[in-house]
């Protein structure tokens, strides 16, 4: 499916989230850090052809598992091949040793940043915008990072993991990282990927089209960002609840600087004369 022509992102009010803004970059994680165990849960697929037996068989027999396992290369097929075919044993030792420690590293060292096709679910301004006391960012998906979103999939089935795809590039490791529950659906997440977790990355001002302000963000909380942001081409919305559904509007505002030199009000201080 192509990519939406905005994509969001919920934050939390903090200085890490006004920090990133200030930047102009995005925060990868690790996916250790996620909230749901059940993130790049995969199971072995046990239904492997036997050309691809053949094909994992080949590169093994020359890399780093053939370091962990030492024999000669008449040892090696004495070892795991039996009358001219690869024996159990080597399927078994691959799928919980080389196999298994590649995708523990794969997993363990990338990064992942989410985002949502949805700026208006009142579920996820409680969850990722601390209680509607955040605010939420709209990229332009023209715009480098976000024109390398990779959408995510809802099923109730654990995803399998090819193994013989661990030697064909990371689309195998995104593939699991891009399979959710169904119970997340409602999320409509996208994800972008980073070959190292924990890091930041940066993009252009053109990327960030509009920020929206949540419906309990308080005053100075607003005009924190509104400053951080005023010259720039984001345009600020307002987040206001509906007093008759379950639903969010937007509200355009504009940022008018406070004037400390023309306006007073009971809790100023005259400047000094």
């Known amino acids: 499916m192509k990519p939406p022509m905005r994509i969001y992102k919920y934050q939390p009010f903090n200085m890490h989230t006004l920090a990133n803004l200030k930047n102009r970059q995005v925060w990868f994680s690790k996916v250790a850090s996620f909230n749901d165990p059940f993130e790049r849960a995969y199971v072995i697929d046990q239904d492997i052809a036997a050309d691809d037996w053949r094909f994992i068989y ?17 040892e090696w097929d004495t070892r795991y091949m039996t009358d001219g075919l690869i024996n159990k044993k080597f399927k078994q030792e691959v799928q919980v040793g080389a196999l298994g420690d590649l995708a523990k590293e794969g997993f363990a060292k990338g990064g992942v940043c989410c985002l949502t096709e949805r700026n208006d679910d009142i579920l996820m301004w409680a969850h990722y915008a601390d209680g509607h006391r955040g605010f939420c960012l709209e990229f332009d998906t023209s715009f480098k990072p976000f024109n390398k ?6 099923q109730t089935q654990i995803p399998t993991f090819n193994p013989v795809r661990l030697f064909q590039g990371a689309e195998e490791f995104m593939r699991v990282l891009t399979t959710k529950f169904t119970a997340w659906e409602y999320e409509k997440e996208w994800r972008l990927f980073h070959a190292e977790g924990d890091t930041l990355f940066g993009y252009g001002v053109e990327a960030l089209a509009r920020i929206y302000l949540g419906s309990n963000m308080d005053a100075t909380h607003k005009e924190i960002i509104l400053h951080i942001l005023h010259g720039s081409p984001t345009k600020f919305y307002r987040v206001n609840r509906s007093h008759k559904k379950f639903m969010v509007n937007f509200e355009a505002k504009e940022y008018v600087p406070y004037d400390y030199e023309t ?10 004369d």
């Open 58 to 74: 080949a590169r093994l027999r020359g890399s780093q598992f053939r370091e962990k396992v030492p024999l000669t290369n008449e």
């Open 149 to 154: 979103l990779h959408q995510v999939t809802y």
């Open 263 to 272: 306006r007073r009000d009971a809790h100023s201080t005259p400047a000094p």
